[in-house]
């Protein structure tokens, strides 16, 4: 994921800006931190130069084989996995091909042995929101994201990408995962993000960010991905929930702006839709992050005084 830097591109840049995603440890405040791009350090890509980020994260394959166990004794104890097999089907998938050359389909095999399902009603999606989505699901505990299941807490942060010339990993550089289209980061959360949609059921959530421009993004991972990936034979409602910093601005909401593009698309494909852009849990989690702010003193007093009634 991120180291905590973020990849930056040229105006000129545009495949895919804003893709990848997830991270547990930024400290940023909420929404104001963009969505991680491909987990790590980066440097300009300007005029089609492929310059090179940071080579595959040391130690990989103790980290990836160790979180896979720490996931199947201490995270998920229910579940039964060949870690080991994971690593092999992953490594086969990298090493043995140009770290611009690895597609989805070259990780068919490893998600093939690390199936996963989850009960409806559980699935949270986001965009732009990253750090008060993690709050959001810490607070609402059965939410379930993209980072909770196995694939996610196994790669989350990490760079990797194979040798043209060796049959082994690139630990000096690996290029901007935004340079070419079969990324093996990108390649690998494109995939992690297409089933993670596909298993989505009963009544989702999706976290959204009204203080920037086109809040739904249609090049961003939930809107190139995840929205085409989820099916309303599968999905009872749809719950927007459009959230603003609390400095501002206030640029985007149900009735403006992109999330109208979103409603209408969830419309023309027969989804059933809420949409809410003044959700009280979320205002009172930034306010945690900031409880002097004068919005949190408004929406302090407005707590006190129904309760006031409540209690009459």
């Known amino acids: ?25 930024s400290l940023s405040p909420p929404l104001k931190h963009l969505r991680p791009l491909s987990r790590s350090a980066s440097q300009y890509i300007c005029q089609g130069q492929l ?24 995270v998920n104890p229910s579940l039964s996995y060949d870690c080991e097999e994971i690593w092999r089907q992953f490594e086969e998938a990298v090493v043995h ?43 609402f505990r059965h939410f379930w994201t993209l980072e909770d299941t196995l694939v996610g807490y196994m790669f989350n942060d990490l760079i990797f990408c194979g040798q ?55 090049k961003s991972m939930f809107g190139s991905v995840e929205l085409e ?26 009735s403006h702006g992109s999330i109208v593009d979103l409603i209408q698309t969830l419309q023309s494909r027969g989804f059933h839709w809420t949409c809410t852009d003044n959700d009280q849990t979320l205002m009172i989690l930034q306010c945690m992050q900031d409880p002097k702010h004068s919005s949190c003193q408004t929406c302090a007093n407005s707590l006190l005084h129904r309760k006031s009634l409540t209690s009459n």
């Open 51 to 74: 310059r090179a980020q940071l080579g595959t994260t040391p130690n990989i394959k103790h980290i990836v084989v160790g979180r896979c166990y720490t996931y199947i004794t201490l």
């Open 229 to 254: 990936s989820l099916n309303p034979q599968r999905v009872d409602y749809v719950n927007i929930k459009v959230v603003t910093n609390l400095d501002g601005p206030h640029i985007e909401s149900c």
């Open 164 to 218: 043209d010339e060796d049959s082994g990993f690139d630990f000096n550089s690996c290029p901007e995962w935004s340079a070419c289209r079969n990324h093996p980061v990108y390649s690998l959360w494109r995939q992690a993000s297409q089933n993670f949609a596909e298993m989505a059921c009963g009544n989702i959530t999706v976290l959204l960010n009204g203080s920037i421009v086109n809040a739904f993004n249609r």
């Open 97 to 139: 091909q140009s770290s611009c050359n690895v597609t989805v389909e070259d990780y068919y095999q490893m998600f093939n042995v690390m199936p996963q399902i989850r009960p409806c009603n559980m699935f949270l999606f986001w965009s732009k929101t990253r750090t008060l989505m993690h709050s959001y699901a810490a607070v």
């Open 1 to 25: 994921m991120e180291s905590v830097r973020r990849i930056r591109t040229c105006p000129n840049t545009h495949l895919f800006r804003g893709a990848m995603r997830r991270s547990r440890v």
